[in-house]
């Protein structure tokens, strides 16, 4: 379960997905890629995505294991197969937010709008949605302003990860994942109390 809907927000924003399978395919002859390799490789991404894809975003899987997929096969160098769960997992996460950032754009899905769906679903009154939607806003800000690293292992910390699970992600020890975590929190509370806000 999340503690937050929050997810993280990056600077740069690369091409986002909404491709198809043909444009796979068409990557895929391009870059002399092989058959047996890509469907591994779609495979590893699939689980991937199932991992980092919160819920209420699940319905936009496929666009995101399409374009983690492109984003990989244009990859030159190292084989497919010899890639790190960590950094196909990295990918994922990037494309992720492109597509968040993309919904936003076209106001299909908002932070705003989905920090409502969860305080909806508490049954709370007017006062206290908008107090939510005021708190996800201002915990996205925040996300934003923390280093890479700890912006990283806080954002899976509250999307429900244990530090175990952000540590093998992440492919860091548990030691400095935990470590990341409580000051990137710290200085996290520390923004919004800033901000007159209080988790």
Known sequence: KHRFPVLESRPT???GPGVNRESERTE????????????????????AVRRVCPPWLANHAEDIVQAAVIKILRRKGEGIGELKSSYLYKVAHSVMVDEIRRLRRRKEVGMEDNFAAEVDRQQLG??????????????LSCLGRLSTDRRRAVTL??????????????????????????RGLGELRKCLKSKGLKP
């Open 126 to 139: 007017p006062e206290a949605q908008a107090a939510g939607r005021e708190l996800g806003e201002g915990i």
């Open 13 to 15: 924003e690369p091409e």
């Open 28 to 47: 895929l002859m391009e870059h002399n890629r092989n058959p047996t390799e890509y469907a591994e490789l779609r495979s590893r991404l699939e689980l």
């Open 157 to 182: 910390y509250l999307q429900g990860h244990t530090t175990p699970e952000s540590a093998r992600l992440l492919d860091w020890s548990p030691k400095r994942t935990e470590n990341l975590i409580y």
